[in-house]
């Protein structure tokens, strides 16, 4: 999972970029880049790290230029902790800074027929090969002097030619203008927005979040199957290119966004609260017993509050959060998410001895931190020790920018789906584990949407080989 901003002003926008991508860092810790133009010049700064760490603020002095994008990354695909990997990317010719969220999943079968054309990809990471189809079919359509029917055919042949799901931000020219080109997979799985400043600004985003701390208003989600124009002091112009069938990735609203951005034309806070009332109806139905409600920070909170309201038990934080270190899931390995665990984490023993306690979280994935989670309260002499997740059990790989791309490695996936409850707590050492089931899920987050994560039902499909390469890559990692 990664993060963008991509602006358009009639100021230099490297400052704002980087306050905007401060709101997003969430969405990647592992490395972090601005790019910008400046007239017929590429500016950029990329390096590993947070973004205070790889953007230094002195570094904005080499960022002039009214039109740029910032990203931050954890890595889907490419080598980890490698600067080659940070995006934005950009390509001399035509001139092209691009960053996307997202993954590619036929990245080897682009590699070759790029090789083929005497292209060279120099990094690991799936946004590179995007750039440089979207690059060579602008060409192929004239070699400079690009129009909007020729921009239009290019991302027509990049949604032909790339499988998988992303949303993509670019700076080039086009019909002689400086154009901020924002689009997104015919099926939306991969978020974005975008929105204006009232002074000739344009501005899109990851999340909604990143408009709100820069001033900008949201105008709404970036269309699917779309390619969206933004130029300064111009109104924006929406483009069809393929036919959208959307079926946005629910685990975003689940976990990955902040509560506060608005993904879909919904609050994320208000889905995650609507799932915490429905997994207190089910939680009811098994006749449990309770004396308090404490959410695993940060993501569960809304739905725990949610959930002790609809039980009428009382809620309490009972873990005390250290605010200087990542989020355990995005984290590069799995040694990594252990170290750090304890050190995120501290409970607040009076809350849990000799209390009947209900730990909330958003989703079980690996299972190492719950587990974790669950023997340090077990320390604390609790009466009895249940956990209740806000989502189904996680039982496939996800291929479209979530980093669970191995089925193995996921706790619940060993488990016969009507015994994955029972076997869970056997395997965190808890009383009981409740999932929310799949119907109650859609009850909140509706139809539409990607599941595959739960369900197995792949929008985009993956053929083995592409898992194959997935894993591989996974592997080449250390992970």
């Given at each position: 999972?990664?993060?963008?901003?991509?602006?358009?002003?009639?100021?230099?926008?490297?400052?704002?970029?980087?306050?905007?991508?401060?709101?997003?860092?969430?969405?990647?810790?592992?490395?972090?880049?601005?790019?910008?133009?400046?007239?017929?010049?590429?500016?950029?700064?990329?390096?590993?790290?947070?973004?205070?760490?790889?953007?230094?603020?002195?570094?904005?002095?080499?960022?002039?230029?009214?039109?740029?994008?910032?990203?931050?990354?954890?890595?889907?695909?490419?080598?980890?902790?490698?600067?080659?990997?940070?995006?934005?990317?950009?390509?001399?010719?035509?001139?092209?800074?691009?960053?996307?969220?997202?993954?590619?999943?036929?990245?080897?079968?682009?590699?070759?027929?790029?090789?083929?054309?005497?292209?060279?990809?120099?990094?690991?990471?799936?946004?590179?090969?995007?750039?440089?189809?979207?690059?060579?079919?602008?060409?192929?359509?004239?070699?400079?002097?690009?129009?909007?029917?020729?921009?239009?055919?290019?991302?027509?042949?990049?949604?032909?030619?790339?499988?998988?799901?992303?949303?993509?931000?670019?700076?080039?020219?086009?019909?002689?203008?400086?154009?901020?080109?924002?689009?997104?997979?015919?099926?939306?799985?991969?978020?974005?927005?975008?929105?204006?400043?009232?002074?000739?600004?344009?501005?899109?985003?990851?999340?909604?979040?990143?408009?709100?701390?820069?001033?900008?208003?949201?105008?709404?989600?970036?269309?699917?199957?779309?390619?969206?124009?933004?130029?300064?002091?111009?109104?924006?112009?929406?483009?069809?290119?393929?036919?959208?069938?959307?079926?946005?990735?629910?685990?975003?609203?689940?976990?990955?966004?902040?509560?506060?951005?608005?993904?879909?034309?919904?609050r994320v806070n208000r889905t995650r609260w609507r799932l915490g009332r429905q997994l207190a109806v089910e939680w009811?139905?098994?006749?449990?017993?309770?004396?308090?409600?404490?959410?695993?920070?940060?993501?569960?909170?809304?739905?725990?509050?949610?959930?002790?309201?609809?039980?009428?038990?009382?809620?309490?934080?009972?873990?005390?959060?250290?605010?200087?270190?990542?989020?355990?899931?995005?984290?590069?390995?799995?040694?990594?998410?252990?170290?750090?665990?304890?050190?995120?984490?501290?409970?607040?023993?009076?809350?849990?001895?000799?209390?009947?306690?209900?730990?909330?979280?958003?989703?079980?994935?690996?299972?190492?931190?719950?587990?974790?989670?669950?023997?340090?309260?077990?320390?604390?002499?609790?009466?009895?020790?249940?956990?209740?997740?806000?989502?189904?059990?996680?039982?496939?790989?996800?291929?479209?920018?979530?980093?669970?791309?191995?089925?193995?490695?996921?706790?619940?996936?060993?488990?016969?789906?009507?015994?994955?409850?029972?076997?869970?707590?056997?395997?965190?050492?808890?009383?009981?584990?409740?999932?929310?089931?799949?119907?109650?899920?859609?009850?909140?987050?509706?139809?539409?949407?990607?599941?595959?994560?739960?369900?197995?039902?792949?929008?985009?499909?993956?053929?083995?080989?592409?898992?194959?390469?997935?894993?591989?890559?996974?592997?080449?990692?250390?992970?």
């Amino acid at each position: 999972m990664c993060g963008f901003v991509g602006m358009i002003a009639h100021e230099p926008v490297a400052g704002q970029l980087l306050l905007a991508l401060q709101a997003i860092q969430h969405r990647g810790q592992d490395a972090a880049g601005v790019a910008t133009r400046e007239g017929g010049r590429f500016n950029m700064v990329k390096d590993l790290g947070l973004i205070a760490q790889a953007v230094p603020t002195g570094a904005l002095r080499h960022l002039g230029g009214r039109s740029g994008i910032a990203h931050v990354r954890y890595p889907t695909a490419g080598e980890i902790s490698t600067r080659e990997d940070a995006q934005p990317f950009m390509t001399r010719f035509p001139g092209i800074i691009l960053a996307h969220n997202g993954n590619v999943t036929n990245v080897p079968e682009l590699i070759e027929d790029l090789r083929s054309e005497g292209h060279h990809v120099l990094s690991r990471c799936d946004a590179e090969p995007l750039l440089l189809v979207l690059a060579q079919e602008l060409i192929r359509r004239r070699p400079s002097r690009h129009t909007t029917k020729d921009l239009v055919e290019a991302v027509a042949a990049v949604f032909r030619r790339v499988r998988g799901a992303y949303s993509v931000v670019a700076i080039l020219e086009i019909d002689g203008q400086e154009t901020l080109v924002a689009f997104r997979d015919p099926h939306g799985v991969r978020p974005g927005v975008y929105g204006h400043d009232g002074q000739g600004a344009w501005m899109a985003a990851s999340e909604s979040v990143a408009l709100d701390v820069a001033g900008f208003t949201r105008m709404g989600d970036l269309p699917p199957g779309e390619v969206l124009l933004l130029r300064r002091g111009e109104e924006p112009v929406r483009l069809a290119v393929q036919r959208p069938t959307p079926r946005p990735c629910v685990f975003e609203r689940i976990y990955f966004a902040r509560p506060d951005s608005v993904m879909e034309d919904g609050r994320v806070n208000r889905t995650r609260w609507r799932l915490g009332r429905q997994l207190a109806v089910e939680w009811a139905r098994k006749g449990l017993s309770a004396d308090i409600i404490v959410p695993i920070p940060d993501t569960s909170r809304p739905a725990a509050w949610a959930m002790a309201e609809a039980l009428k038990i009382k809620h309490r934080e009972g873990f005390i959060k250290n605010r200087y270190t990542g989020r355990t899931f995005i984290m590069p390995d799995q040694k990594a998410r252990q170290a750090t665990l304890r050190l995120k984490l501290n409970p607040i023993r009076e809350f849990f001895e000799g209390q009947r306690v209900i730990l909330v979280d958003d989703s079980i994935v690996r299972g190492t931190t719950m587990r974790r989670i669950v023997s340090m309260v077990r320390e604390l002499n609790p009466l009895a020790l249940h956990v209740a997740i806000i989502s189904p059990a996680v039982r496939h790989p996800c291929f479209y920018g979530i980093d669970m791309p191995s089925q193995e490695e996921l706790a619940a996936a060993a488990y016969p789906l009507e015994k994955v409850e029972e076997a869970m707590a056997r395997r965190l050492g808890a009383d009981s584990v409740t999932y929310l089931s799949d119907e109650s899920l859609r009850a909140v987050a509706g139809e539409g949407i990607c599941a595959a994560c739960f369900d197995g039902d792949y929008v985009v499909p993956v053929s083995e080989a592409e898992r194959e390469a997935i894993r591989w890559e996974r592997r080449g990692r250390g992970r």
